[in-house]
């Protein structure tokens, strides 16, 4: 690569008015990559995890856990659009359960949690430019009434840096869509807003000692008790939920134990080094991955960004994209962004917690959301939502026709009575254009396949089973 056009980058940042700690990070990253620092952690740098607390040994009624509630805050990462499918607003505004919204059983968690604990429990959302307003409007229309205490907002921006063109690291212009010229650097952005917006020192100022943050679209991460008593009376300052790693979750990001330093850390698939990936995907050994479930200690880490002055030393992860996701043919981009769960390496004593699948279920596509919206998975009175205790085995592989089923609109179209029965399948894949009617059961390993044109249609009550081997 020529020399790097820093100039034109920083232009590009000071004319965003972007924050001066934020522009620092980002022409670091430039550097790194310019350089080739392209964030890869190969095999050899690993060695195993060792043995790992679980939530099943924890005690939920642990005092230490009443009394750091009261100085606990809940924040979700709430900046991620739904244009995978094909939405233009805030992905926690699709309808997940019972007619309720990503956001709706959020608030009800909060609530929930506010009147049994007797807690203040403030509920921050890391919004990107693009949610906050329908995210915020959304609240005020069907949750009037709620806020947070001591003044806190209910939502605080994260940044945008801009996309790179590929071949030159010039920052990449798109008069189709300007807005398309800019990225979130990352979760890890969240250490960088949470002291722009000064919401760390508020935070501090006002008593608050922990953070549990997770993803907007994972309702089975609801604030726990047992956990938060472990990390309150050990003094963790830093934990991430972790859980066994499935067929589903061979390209997912893994924790590792760094072999240099012995301490914990996270490898995504864009660090692996490309001759590597088998090796990465072998879920036997490296068994357990991310949930973004992680619990910080503010304190903690108000003292960790004082040490790195104000950037924690993470991993580089390179997004190779275009600039328009939904156009192949458009500029080749690069998207430089870090993890929020790498900085599990940046304190001493962190650790880990292997949870149960219950605690992860997230929605990334529509098989997810079908998945979530059946039976397969209920809504708690504490409004969390997680698999039917009759569920023994992990989610069924679900494939819908991604010709048909990948927006919502589309998929709406298709179940438009509902999500099918997912109790007892193993798996579903759907090739061509089906609709779903009314009461379908789908049992074992279905495989259904219309190769026509023509719209094909399953009945009211059908169910679907693989048929036994005779």
Sequence with gaps: MPSLPLASIRARLDSDRTPP?????????????????????????????????????????????????????????????????????AKSLIVAKNGLTFLDILVRQIEFLRRR?????????????????????????????????????LSFLQHRVPKLVAETAEPVTWPDNPQLEWCP???ADIYLALQTTGLLDRLLAS?????????????????????????????IPFLMEVTARTECDRKGGHLARDR????????????????????????????LFNTNNLW?????????????????????????????????DSTPVVQLESAMGAAI???????????????????????????????????GEDHQVTLHPQRFAPPPDI?????????????????PNGAPSLLYCDSLTVEGDIRFGRDVRVEGAVHLRNPTDRPATIPDGIRLHTPIAR
Excluded at 212 to 218: M, P, T
Excluded at 260 to 265: F, N, T
Excluded at 309 to 314: K, P, R, T
Excluded at 399 to 415: G, N, Q, S
């Design 21 to 89: 700690l934020v522009a620092r990070s980002f022409l670091e990253n430039v550097r790194r990559w310019g350089s080739g620092d392209l964030g890869v952690i190969p095999g050899r740098h690993l060695s195993p995890i060792g043995p790992l607390p679980k939530l099943s040994d924890l005690d939920e009624l642990d005092p230490a856990g009443e009394e750091a509630i009261r100085r606990t805050v809940v924040i979700k990462l709430n900046g991620g659009l739904g244009t995978g499918m094909g939405l233009d607003k």
């Design 117 to 153: 604990c007797r807690a203040p429990l403030p509920f921050l959302l890391m919004d990107s430019f693009s949610t906050d307003a329908d995210s915020l409007a959304s609240i005020a229309a069907n949750h009037p009434g709620f806020a947070n205490p001591d003044g806190l907002p």
């Design 185 to 187: 650097p990352g979760h």
């Design 207 to 235: 008593g608050y000692r922990h953070a549990f943050v997770s993803n907007s679209d994972n309702l089975g991460a609801i604030l726990h008790m047992g956990i938060l008593g472990f990390v309150a009376r050990r003094r």
């Design 260 to 287: 240099a330093s012995g301490r914990l850390l996270l490898r995504e698939s864009a660090q692996c080094p490309a001759d590597e990936t088998e090796d990465f995907q072998d879920i036997a050994k490296y068994s």
């Design 296 to 328: 910080i200690d503010l304190e903690a880490l108000r003292d960790a960004l004082a040490a790195y002055d104000g950037l924690l030393s993470l991993p580089l992860i390179v997004n190779r994209k275009t600039v328009d996701p939904v156009r192949p």
């Design 345 to 379: 390496s940046c304190f001493e004593g962190a650790t880990a917690l292997v949870v149960p699948r219950r605690r992860f279920a997230p929605v990334k596509t529509t098989n997810d959301l079908l998945a979530v919206r059946s039976d397969l998975y209920r809504l």
């Design 399 to 415: 494939r819908l026709d991604p010709r048909y089923c990948k927006h919502i609109a589309d998929f709406e179209l298709r179940f």
